[in-house]
């Protein structure tokens, strides 16, 4: 099994729609994040979490929210989607603050 | 904020060939990670190097802090090698602490 899994693998959704987006991790790491990436662009960091009552924005949080619902577990959720959330959205997990991060197979997310 | 700017923005390759990619940043770094995202879209951690060198295989990574640079080097380079390397680089501290990545290096390896 992979350390991190993210499910859906891919998703196709209306605009207004509720989604959310599933991350859990077999790593035993504190740290989680939400990062979208857009061609030409890299990753942009929406959310991160260092424990499960620790939550903070990232660069790019408007239109989204997440939740830690354990050390293993943390979802991404769009309240009312839009066509330029259409991107490719990664899970990650590290250990420490400066550690090397693991990522998830990522999730491909169309809005339509 | 910090700029992470990645050299050469493409690179095309023929198999066998050898290859130096190239991450420049802005400011001072906690740490430096190199990362090859493959067609199918994985993100692999190559490498987590934030001075001095590393080898893995056939990959190999250089990072000068003090000069505000990072060097991957890819020998004898493979189909598989195919994809976008990027560089991310680790600033701040406790919640403040943010990894930026660059826009990446699209490399094409080809038979």
């Known amino acids: 099994d992979a350390d991190v899994t993210q499910t859906p693998r891919n998703r196709i959704t209306k605009t207004g729609k509720r989604i959310m987006l599933e991350c859990s991790q077999t790593k035993g790491h504190d740290r989680m994040y939400w990062y979208r990436q857009d061609p030409g662009l890299g990753l942009r960091l929406i959310y991160y979490s260092f424990d499960v009552k620790d939550i903070n924005k990232g660069e790019i949080s408007d239109g989204y929210s997440v939740s830690r619902q354990a050390q293993a577990k943390f979802s991404l959720s769009l309240e009312s989607a839009i066509p330029n959330q259409t991107a490719l959205y990664f899970c990650?997990?590290?250990?420490?603050?400066?550690?090397?991060?693991?990522f998830g197979s990522g999730t491909r997310l169309t809005v339509v | 904020g910090i700029q992470v700017e990645q050299s050469p923005p493409d690179l095309i390759l023929q198999e066998g060939a050898n290859s130096t990619l190239r991450c420049n940043f802005s400011d001072s770094v906690n740490n430096l990670q190199w990362f090859h995202q493959n067609p199918w879209g994985q993100l692999i951690n190559l490498f987590y190097?934030?001075?001095g060198t590393k080898q893995n295989g056939r990959l190999s990574a250089t990072t000068v802090a003090t000069e505000r640079y990072s060097l991957l080097y890819i020998s004898s380079s493979q189909t598989t090698d195919s994809g976008v390397y990027f560089c991310a680089v680790g600033t701040g501290g406790g919640s403040n602490y943010k990894l930026t990545f660059g826009k990446g290096t699209l490399l094409t390896v080809n038979p």
């Open positions: 990650a997990t590290s250990d420490t603050l400066a550690g090397s991060y693991t």
């Open positions: 190097i934030p001075s």
